[in-house]
């Protein structure tokens, strides 16, 4: 069966610092990778999606994410963290080629300090 | 603009009154589906549709049913709500997907039930 991990709960970080948030996954087959964002009393909001080619995706707001076959993780970057980058954080993952729909993680709550 | 809307965003209710949450997409969107969102588990799927009158059941359906009559509209019904089903609901619809996979969804604002 996939499944995501996101190992950390809580990330803080000092604004202007760059972030990461990270995810691992466990899928069969080639991956399909989404970051989505959520703002409190928000629906979640899509950043990012792996399916295929360059390893390094980037996204909305100024946001990346690298895909490591090896070590099957798909972190989420920023070089330089605002504030206003607060949110809870889901990375998702669903098997491409196959029937099996999306599993997302459990969040990681990102506070980005003043 | 571009949404996804659900009523009611705030519902308390009690147990085994039936109650419908209404979702809908001004985007002309194929597929559509429910999430729950409980602390510490993420986001689970419980229903999912295709299309209109195609549905099917995603992680956690025990206790729920859908219906899709209309492209725009996708209702989520508990026709005996319990305690355990006490939880923040999202709908969200997508015009790309791979195999049973959204490939890119746009989520509703939630819906805040409480069943007591």
């Known amino acids: 069966a996939q499944s995501v991990a996101q190992p950390e709960d809580q990330v803080n970080v000092a604004e202007g610092n760059p972030l990461t948030v990270k995810c691992t996954y466990s899928?069969?087959?080639?991956?399909?990778l989404f970051w989505y964002v959520q703002y409190p009393n928000r629906g979640l909001q899509f950043l990012l999606k792996?399916?295929?080619?360059?390893?390094l995706v980037k996204g909305s707001y100024g946001f990346e994410a690298e895909f490591n076959k090896s070590q099957t993780s798909f972190h989420l970057k920023k070089p330089s963290a605002l504030v206003s980058d607060s949110a809870l954080y889901f990375c998702?993952?669903?098997?491409?080629?196959?029937?099996?729909?999306?599993?997302f993680g459990s969040g990681t709550q990102l506070t980005v300090l003043p | 603009e571009a949404q996804v809307t659900q009523n009611p965003r705030y519902l308390i209710t009690v147990t085994g009154k039936k109650l419908t949450v209404t979702c809908s997409q001004n985007?002309?969107?194929?597929?559509m589906s429910w999430y729950r969102q409980d602390p510490g588990l993420g986001l689970r799927q419980i229903y999912y549709?295709?299309?209109?009158?195609?549905?099917d059941k995603g992680d956690v359906p025990e206790g729920y049913k859908v219906s899709r009559k209309e492209k725009r509209n996708f209702p989520l019904i508990l026709e005996s709500p319990s305690p355990n089903q006490t939880s923040l609901y999202f709908c969200?619809?997508?015009?790309?997907?791979?195999?049973?996979?959204?490939?890119?969804?746009?989520f509703g604002p939630g819906t805040r039930l409480t069943v007591t």
């Open positions: 969200a619809s997508s015009s790309r997907w791979s195999g049973r996979a959204p490939l890119e969804q746009y």
């Open positions: 899928v069969s087959g080639n991956p399909y």
């Open positions: 792996y399916i295929t080619g360059d390893n």
């Open positions: 998702a993952v669903s098997p491409s080629g196959s029937a099996r729909q999306l599993t």
């Open positions: 985007m002309n969107h194929e597929y």
């Open positions: 549709s295709m299309n209109v009158e195609v549905t």
